[in-house]
């Protein structure tokens, strides 16, 4: 995490599959971070946004990595983050990443990751407080069951992910 004391948040929106995309970030040391990514309402989102910035130039490069996502083109991100978040949040984050395209892992894997078995429902808070959607990708944690639990940009959403990384990596479907 490399969060500074920033005034100042841009913003921008890209067009996907799923819907509208909001991207957030400012400004940190050597260069710009994404803080958000969220879709349409971006229900966990900030309410008061009048300080926010629209700066489509700050994201060509995050909107150019999601247009190759949503194409079948990139299965990784090569982006600046700083999301905020308490310091087990950051590690739940951190283990998110760690997933690779196209697979699923249960919130009970992500205890057991983090060296904390018994963490089950923290890692599931944690995970529900992602504040960059499919960057960093909170849609690959399901039930132990397998089945698709809450999502913040909507359980169709997370559903289409899923479907639609099984299919460009050759996996079969749910």
Same mark, same amino acid.
């Given at each position: 995490m %490399? *969060?500074? +004391?920033?005034?100042?948040t841009y913003? /921008?929106t890209? =067009?996907?599959?799923?819907g509208?995309?909001?991207?957030c970030?400012h400004?940190?040391p =050597?260069?710009?971070? %994404?803080?958000r990514?969220?879709?349409?309402e =971006?229900?966990?989102?900030?309410r008061d946004?009048?300080?926010?910035?629209? +700066?489509?130039?700050?994201?060509?490069a /995050? &909107?150019?990595q999601?247009?190759e996502?949503?194409?079948?083109?990139?299965?990784?991100?090569d982006?600046?983050l =700083?999301?905020a978040? *308490?310091?087990?949040?950051?590690?739940?984050w951190?283990?998110?990443?760690?997933i690779?395209y196209g697979?699923?892992?249960?919130?009970? +894997?992500? /205890?057991?990751?983090?060296?904390?078995?018994t963490?089950?429902?923290a890692?599931? &808070?944690? #995970?529900?407080? #992602?504040p960059?959607g %499919?960057?960093?990708?909170c849609?690959?944690?399901v039930?132990a069951n397998?089945?698709?639990t809450?999502?913040?940009?909507?359980?169709?959403n997370?559903?289409?992910l899923?479907?639609h990384?099984r299919r460009v990596a050759?996996a079969?479907l749910f």
């Open positions: %490399i *969060t500074t +004391d920033t005034a100042t913003t /921008a890209v =067009d996907s599959p799923v509208p995309i909001t991207l970030g400004e940190v =050597d260069g710009f971070a %994404i803080t990514l969220g879709f349409g =971006d229900r966990h989102g900030p946004r009048s300080g926010w910035v629209r +700066d489509d130039t700050r994201f060509a /995050a &909107a150019a999601l247009r996502f949503f194409a079948g083109e990139r299965r990784e991100f982006l600046r =700083d999301p978040g *308490t310091p087990f949040q950051q590690r739940v951190a283990v998110l990443r760690q690779p697979e699923t892992r249960s919130y009970a +894997d992500i /205890a057991v990751a983090l060296g904390s078995p963490a089950t429902r890692v599931g &808070a944690a #995970n529900g407080r #992602n960059i %499919i960057v960093v990708p849609h690959r944690v039930g397998g089945s698709l809450g999502y913040a940009g909507g359980i169709e997370k559903r289409w899923l479907e990384e050759g079969v």
